[in-house]
């Protein structure tokens, strides 16, 4: 093993730990919080009838007259590429 990354290791061990009163919530600062992070059941692009086969999405723009919107990306989901 290289001295450095044992050094490294080493000097992790030396830190302090954070103290485990903080960072705590009551319940009801939970619930609060809890309530304020739910998804509201009022998103708008959840009432779109997506497609997710190609085909699909290309028989209903035919019968309905519509444009057919493709969203499409390249590596990984969260951007990380």
Avoid: Y
Avoid at 35 to 62: G, H, Y
Wanted: with cysteine.
């Amino acid at each position: 093993m290289n001295i450095s990354m044992l050094c490294l290791i080493a000097s992790f061990s030396w830190m302090p730990l954070p103290r485990s009163d903080e960072g705590t919530l009551s319940d009801a600062e939970f619930q609060q919080l809890h309530r304020q992070l739910q998804a509201s059941s009022e998103v708008p692009w959840r009432t779109i009838p997506w497609k997710i086969s190609l085909l699909d999405a290309q028989r209903a723009s035919v019968s309905q007259k519509k444009p057919i919107f493709i969203w499409a990306m390249d590596g990984h989901p969260l951007g990380c590429t």
